[in-house]
């Protein structure tokens, strides 16, 4: 069965460092990718997704994420870390083909500090 | 504005007490879904449906009930409450594309909060 690992449940970067947040997923077929956020009391949002073409895709915010079918890979990064990126950041999956089920990491909890 | 909204956002119960949790989107999609999540472990799917009157299990369907008689509503009953349904709950909608949606975007609603004791 598809999985999805985020290494990290807790990230903690200085204000203007970068951010570097880890996905793998496990299928040896390539799904769609996705990385969504969480900020206190709200629901999710999605940041961006991956689904074909171009492998570096650009969000919201700043953020960008690049899949790597040889690593089995989707990681999302910023460059510089602002204060209003502290949130929780969910990286999914959704096997192509089939009905939208997203399978999720556990979570990378983001800490900005000053 | 494009919304998913649930009702109520927080809520405690007692064992063994009905409940529902409501979820309503704007958007006219076809797919709706129920998610719980919970520390650790990221967030997992509760059922799904593809339309109206179309509704299937996900991978935690256990003590949950759905239904899908409108479009825009797809309301979580929960018949027998227990502890270990304590949990922030999420509805979810997509937009059909050819009915091949995986590709599309989920809008997720606030969350609901529940405990149950």
């Known amino acids: 069965a598809q999985s999805v690992t985020q290494l990290g449940s807790h990230v903690s970067v200085s204000e203007g460092a970068l951010v570097l947040l880890r996905c793998n997923y496990s299928?040896?077929?390539?799904?769609?990718l996705f990385w969504y956020v969480q900020y206190p009391n709200q629901g999710l949002q999605l940041l961006l997704k991956y689904t074909t073409g171009a492998t570096l895709v650009k969000g919201i915010n700043g953020f960008e994420a690049e899949f790597k079918k040889s690593e089995t890979s989707f990681h999302l990064t910023k460059p510089s870390a602002h204060m209003s990126d502290a949130a929780e950041y969910f990286c999914a999956v959704s096997e192509k083909g089939g009905y939208n089920k997203l399978i999720f990491g556990a979570g990378t909890r983001l800490a900005v500090h000053p | 504005e494009a919304q998913v909204t649930q009702n109520p956002r927080y809520l405690i119960t007692v064992t063994g007490k009905k409940l529902t949790v409501t979820c309503s989107q704007n958007m006219n999609h076809e797919y709706m879904s129920w998610y719980r999540q919970d520390p650790g472990l990221g967030l997992r799917q509760i059922y799904y449906s593809m339309n109206v009157e179309v509704t299937d299990k996900g991978d935690v369907p256990e003590g949950y009930k759905v239904s899908r008689k409108e479009k825009r509503n797809f309301p979580l009953i929960l018949e027998s409450p227990s502890p270990n349904q304590t949990s922030l709950y999420f509805c979810?909608?997509?937009?059909?594309?050819?009915?091949?949606?995986?590709?599309?975007?989920?809008?997720f609603g606030q969350g609901t909060r529940l405990t149950v004791v």
């Open positions: 979810a909608s997509s937009l059909g594309e050819r009915g091949r949606i995986s590709r599309t975007e989920a809008f």
């Open positions: 299928s040896s077929v390539p799904p769609y």
